[in-house]
């Protein structure tokens, strides 16, 4: 199996992990243990692992065939993946399907600096975590107005997962991010930070304390700073953050058909896909092309269609989409939503990596970021220029003939209309509503 296909099968399907050393993130097929650090506690852990929080979670990090890649295992649906992991001692092993050898794998260790603690007491892990392999990340406002109402609240995230579990604090301070940044990057490498918060009620959308961190992080060490959160009402506040030392910029729209919105982020879509655009073209104007990104999750509902329409429109603005697979988070409404198929996330990758490379806006490009880490995504590994979408293996949905991007998404398109690749069907609301209330 080439290495995009096991990258996008595994972030589909999840991986468990078997013969698990002591403190590493699973050491059972189906129940992964917590890392022994733990994130609340300081103590260094033996791989890097997350549950819970914003943004991605549920992850482990992992190197496979030279790629930092985050692959679900703390999931229900990981913990039923074909896909198995053998790990030694050591943290590396190989990947296994059915009895048949993949490819190896190499768990990402966790850091030195998880192992200290801030001037006023407070672990490192409990300010910002290691993604990845080198992109230190911190969410700067764990709590958001929308998370503790559930009929607004986004069905697929965890921001209040972590802080009730004294994994986090509620507010980083600009000078215990600059000092843990500090010594992630003297102590591991690490080359770049990503900066996310819980939505509060001031019209900033949180870009004022973002901006504060960003400056407390460049006071310290000079890193790549990428700030994200919703549009503020006042869109000057890009001018303010870039001088702040926010070097990129990311506006999650996540899903884009209305009815999907509406009932994946019922609170959140009361902020319409306008707006963002809107909002959009201003950063872009501020940051530069390449250096806006937005988040689309594939699997909330949206079409093939839908997201493909979706990324070509921002990639002609110049602003990166970054394209996840769904990973339902235990305790949430979607918790038991199936991630979009392998097929379904190729699909997507064969024509939107190779028409982002021919744009200009390769993710090695991005300062700083997700876009630039990658590591949540397969989308990457098809950024080379002109590249076609690749022959699936025996059993796929869906085929391309042409080299040519635009006759292969065609290709596509026709094939998700005619049921050959697997679709999303939308969320119900009135499920996912009742499904908030009992949780």
């Given at each position: 199996?080439?290495?995009?296909?096991?990258?996008?099968?595994?972030?589909?399907?999840?991986?468990?992990?078997?013969?698990?050393?002591?403190?590493?993130?699973?050491?059972?097929?189906?129940?992964?243990?917590?890392?022994?650090?733990?994130?609340?506690?300081?103590?260094?852990?033996?791989?890097?692992?997350?549950?819970?929080?914003?943004?991605?979670?549920?992850?482990?990090?992992?190197?496979?065939?030279?790629?930092?890649?985050?692959?679900?295992?703390?999931?229900?649906?990981?913990?039923?993946?074909?896909?198995?992991?053998?790990?030694?001692?050591?943290?590396?092993?190989?990947?296994?399907?059915?009895?048949?050898?993949?490819?190896?794998?190499?768990?990402?260790?966790?850091?030195?600096?998880?192992?200290?603690?801030?001037?006023?007491?407070?672990?490192?892990?409990?300010?910002?975590?290691?993604?990845?392999?080198?992109?230190?990340?911190?969410?700067?406002?764990?709590?958001?107005?929308?998370?503790?109402?559930?009929?607004?609240?986004?069905?697929?995230?965890?921001?209040?997962?972590?802080l009730a579990a004294g994994r986090t604090t509620a507010k980083k301070t600009p000078e215990?991010?600059?000092?843990?940044?500090?010594?992630?990057?003297?102590?591991?490498?690490?080359?770049?930070?990503?900066?996310?918060?819980?939505?509060?009620?001031?019209?900033?959308?949180?870009?004022?304390?973002?901006?504060?961190?960003?400056?407390?992080?460049?006071?310290?060490?000079?890193?790549?700073?990428?700030?994200?959160?919703?549009?503020?009402?006042?869109?000057?506040?890009?001018?303010?953050?870039?001088?702040?030392?926010?070097?990129?910029?990311?506006?999650?729209?996540?899903?884009?058909?209305?009815?999907?919105?509406?009932?994946?982020?019922?609170?959140?879509?009361?902020?319409?896909?306008?707006?963002?655009?809107?909002?959009?073209?201003?950063?872009?104007?501020?940051?530069?092309?390449?250096?806006?990104?937005?988040?689309?999750?594939?699997?909330?509902?949206?079409?093939?269609?839908?997201?493909?329409?979706?990324?070509?429109?921002?990639?002609?603005?110049?602003?990166?989409?970054?394209?996840?697979?769904?990973?339902?988070?235990?305790?949430?409404?979607?918790?038991?939503?199936?991630?979009?198929?392998?097929?379904?996330?190729?699909?997507?990758?064969?024509?939107?990596?190779?028409?982002?490379?021919?744009?200009?806006?390769?993710?090695?490009?991005?300062?700083?970021?997700?876009?630039?880490?990658?590591?949540?995504?397969?989308?990457?590994?098809?950024?080379?220029?002109?590249?076609?979408?690749?022959?699936?293996?025996?059993?796929?949905?869906?085929?391309?003939?042409?080299?040519?991007?635009?006759?292969?998404?065609?290709?596509?398109?026709?094939?998700?209309?005619?049921?050959?690749?697997?679709?999303?069907?939308?969320?119900?609301?009135?499920?996912?509503?009742?499904?908030?209330?009992?949780?």
């Amino acid at each position: 199996m080439d290495t995009q296909t096991l990258i996008t099968e595994l972030q589909s399907f999840g991986l468990r992990l078997a013969e698990a050393p002591e403190g590493a993130p699973g050491a059972g097929a189906a129940t992964p243990q917590e890392p022994a650090s733990g994130e609340g506690e300081g103590r260094r852990a033996a791989w890097t692992s997350r549950r819970g929080g914003a943004g991605p979670t549920q992850h482990v990090a992992a190197t496979l065939r030279g790629a930092t890649v985050m692959i679900p295992i703390h999931t229900d649906q990981a913990a039923a993946s074909p896909f198995v992991a053998r790990i030694g001692r050591d943290g590396a092993g190989t990947v296994e399907r059915d009895g048949r050898e993949l490819a190896p794998i190499a768990l990402v260790k966790a850091p030195r600096f998880y192992a200290l603690s801030t001037e006023d007491g407070i672990p490192y892990p409990k300010i910002a975590l290691l993604h990845g392999a080198d992109v230190l990340a911190s969410t700067v406002l764990q709590t958001c107005i929308r998370y503790t109402e559930r009929e607004k609240a986004c069905t697929f995230c965890a921001i209040g997962q972590s802080l009730a579990a004294g994994r986090t604090t509620a507010k980083k301070t600009p000078e215990q991010l600059g000092e843990v940044a500090e010594a992630a990057a003297r102590l591991d490498g690490v080359r770049h930070v990503t900066l996310t918060t819980g939505t509060p009620r001031s019209a900033d959308r949180g870009a004022a304390h973002l901006a504060d961190c960003a400056r407390g992080i460049k006071a310290r060490v000079d890193l790549p700073v990428q700030a994200q959160c919703e549009p503020p009402d006042d869109l000057a506040w890009f001018e303010r953050m870039r001088a702040a030392g926010v070097d990129s910029l990311g506006m999650h729209l996540e899903a884009v058909e209305d009815e999907v919105r509406a009932a994946a982020m019922p609170g959140k879509a009361e902020v319409s896909v306008a707006r963002y655009f809107e909002a959009f073209e201003a950063a872009v104007r501020v940051f530069g092309r390449g250096q806006v990104s937005t988040y689309l999750i594939a699997g909330l509902g949206d079409s093939l269609s839908s997201l493909l329409d979706a990324s070509e429109r921002l990639i002609a603005m110049g602003v990166y989409p970054f394209l996840v697979p769904l990973v339902p988070i235990p305790g949430t409404p979607a918790a038991d939503r199936a991630p979009p198929s392998g097929d379904f996330m190729r699909a997507l990758y064969a024509h939107i990596g190779p028409l982002l490379a021919r744009s200009g806006l390769r993710s090695t490009d991005v300062k700083a970021g997700c876009a630039r880490c990658g590591a949540c995504s397969g989308l990457s590994g098809f950024e080379a220029e002109g590249r076609a979408a690749a022959p699936p293996e025996a059993g796929a949905a869906w085929t391309s003939t042409s080299e040519s991007s635009d006759d292969a998404t065609l290709q596509l398109r026709a094939c998700a209309e005619q049921g050959h690749v697997s679709g999303v069907p939308p969320l119900a609301p009135g499920h996912l509503l009742r499904r908030a209330r009992a949780v």
